[in-house]
């Protein structure tokens, strides 16, 4: 059974900088990618970045493009979020998530096989 469990969430003022990590286990194969969405009280989950497992590839939405980082740990199963220069509209509940198999679309969470329980991030002005 796959578990991904986050980490690394809190609250910090604006400008400021966060790391979150997602440590998997019960993968039986590499997952195709794994992502980070989250979603804000009221409003939809969106997706944040994305990476490929076997290529690194890359992907991030508009809004945080330049201030966060995606990375994976592919020995240690862990997938990482550098968030930097925070803004509170980056407050969220913050998820990770895993896809088995084929292409990875940040823009459809229904596709993603795996979930994580979240972890808070609050930024204050």
């Known amino acids: 059974q796959v578990q991904l469990v986050e980490s690394g969430g809190g609250s910090v003022q604006a400008g400021g900088s966060l790391r979150l990590s997602c440590a998997a286990s019960?993968?039986?194969?590499?997952?195709?990618?794994t992502a980070w969405f989250r979603q804000a009280p009221g409003k939809e989950r969106e997706g944040v970045a994305r990476?490929?497992?076997?290529?690194?590839?890359?992907y991030y939405a508009d809004s945080v493009k330049g201030r966060f980082t995606i990375s994976q740990d592919n020995a240690k199963n862990t997938l990482y979020l550098q968030m930097n220069s925070l803004k509170p509209e980056d407050t969220a509940m913050y998820y990770c998530?895993?896809?088995?198999?084929?292409?990875?679309?940040?823009?459809?969470?229904?596709?993603?096989?795996?979930w994580g329980q979240g972890t808070q991030v609050t930024v204050s002005s």
């Open positions: 998530a895993a896809k088995k198999y084929g292409g990875c679309s940040l823009f459809d969470p229904g596709q993603w096989n795996y």
């Open positions: 990476i490929y497992t076997n290529s690194g590839n890359t």
């Open positions: 019960g993968y039986t194969s590499n997952p195709s990618c």
